[in-house]
């Protein structure tokens, strides 16, 4: 007899949130220049070649130029004419658009997370498919990061989010979680100042 193995229908949606300002770092961190290109280029490189099935992109302050850069770049471009009221903003509106095209579960990522690899979010998605956990949160030495894969059942809850709520309620409050523990502590960095820029710049190799 052939048996004939399991064929993974789930589908992936990438959601990468890039609307704030970049008040701390004094320039647009998006634009960043990173390895000759673009800091959100960059990032959407990687998520690109993952095995999320599309990227969804939420935009905010500096839409109009980021949209100019992004706009061979295969995405879905969402604007979040809110965002100054946080990130729970762009993560509703973000969710509201993914919600349209019948998703099991996305893959939220931060422009400013310049470590982030490939086979982080492929590890998440890797354990989604053996676990069926409506949250599968990135861990590093006991500390969560992101990115972080919701399934489809949480995206209703994004909705009641406010302010600066990143969707960390949504983990801690969660039943049905597991996490990917991850052992590079680079994967913590955030650009969130100039000064985290220079040293990122000086401490590796060349990334202008």
Same mark, same amino acid.
């Given at each position: 007899? =052939?048996?004939?193995?399991?064929? $993974? ?6 959601? #990468?949130?890039?609307?704030?300002? !970049? ?22 490189? =990687? ?9 969804? @992109? ?15 770049? $295969? ?6 004419? &809110? ?6 903003? !762009? ?22 997370? @310049?470590?982030? &690899? &490939?086979?982080? =979010? +492929?590890?998440? =998605?890797?354990?989604?498919? +053996?676990?069926?956990? %409506? ?5 590093? $030495? ?18 009641? /989010? ?10 801690? &409050? ?13 994967? #913590?960095? %955030? /650009?969130?100042?100039?000064? +985290?820029?220079?040293?990122? !710049?000086? !401490?590796?190799?060349? /990334?202008?």
């Amino acid at each position: 007899m =052939i048996v004939l193995e399991e064929i $993974n229908t789930y589908r992936f949606a990438g959601l #990468l949130l890039a609307a704030g300002s !970049s008040k701390r770092m004094g320039f647009p961190k998006q634009l960043l220049p990173i390895n000759g290109e673009y800091l959100i280029s960059h990032i959407l490189k =990687i998520m690109q070649s993952s095995m999320l099935e599309h990227i969804f @992109v939420v935009l905010g302050a500096h839409e109009e130029i980021i949209r100019t850069i992004l706009k061979n770049d $295969n995405t879905t471009l969402v604007s979040n004419p &809110t965002w100054k009221s946080g990130k729970g903003s !762009s993560l509703r509106v973000g969710l509201s658009e993914i919600e349209n095209y019948f998703y099991d579960a996305v893959v939220i990522c931060v422009v400013d997370q @310049v470590n982030l &690899t &490939t086979e982080i =979010i +492929d590890s998440l =998605i890797h354990k989604f498919n +053996d676990t069926k956990k %409506d949250v599968i949160a990135t861990r590093v $030495n006991g500390v969560q990061c992101n990115p972080v894969l919701f399934s489809k059942h949480m995206f209703p809850a994004f909705q009641n /989010l406010t302010g600066d709520d990143g969707g960390q309620k949504l983990i801690h &409050t969660s039943r049905s979680i597991d996490f990917v523990d991850w052992e590079n502590p680079e994967l #913590l960095l %955030d /650009l969130d100042t100039y000064a +985290d820029y220079q040293s990122l !710049s000086s !401490s590796r190799n060349p /990334l202008r």
